[in-house]
Nanobody, 125 residues
Framework: QVQHVESGGGLVQAGGSLRLSCAAS?????????WGWSRQPPGKEREFVAA????????TYTDSVKGRFTISRDNAKNTVYLDMNRLKPEDTAVYYC?????????????????WGQGTQVTVSS
């Protein structure tokens, strides 16, 4: 059984930074796999934030976080990170990590079968 343990969420003032971590257990997501982060703002649908693939080296972000967020992964630790800088109130959401085998369609949330439980990020103005 795959479990993802997310951490690093919290309350931060606008302009601040947070680092989210997501560690997987039960399966190993190594060379030919992808990780993604999505978020669900209050009252809105879940949306794609960032994704990273091994093998191809692809990294992609949604436009609203480009230049502020950085996704990275540590295959040895089976962990993905999301460094969030210059946070804005509109970044407030529950953030979810996800993993899948393969490196195609990494921005498509429907392609990810393994999800974390979510961690709350709240940015105050």
């Amino acid at each position: 059984q795959v479990q993802h343990v997310e951490s690093g969420g919290g309350l931060v003032q606008a302009g601040g930074s947070l680092r989210l971590s997501c560690a997987a257990s039960g399966r190993t997501f190594g060379y030919y796999s992808s990780w993604g982060w999505s978020r669900q703002p209050p009252g809105k649908e879940r949306e794609f934030v960032a994704a990273i693939s091994s093998g191809t080296g692809d990294i992609t972000y949604t436009d609203s976080v480009k230049g502020r967020f950085t996704i990275s992964r540590d295959n040895a630790k089976n962990t993905v990170y999301l460094d969030m800088n210059r946070l804005k109130p509109e970044d407030t959401a529950v953030y979810y990590c996800a993993a899948k085998y393969g490196t195609s369609q990494i921005t498509n949330r429907q392609q990810y079968p393994y999800w974390g439980q979510g961690t709350q990020v709240t940015v105050s103005s």
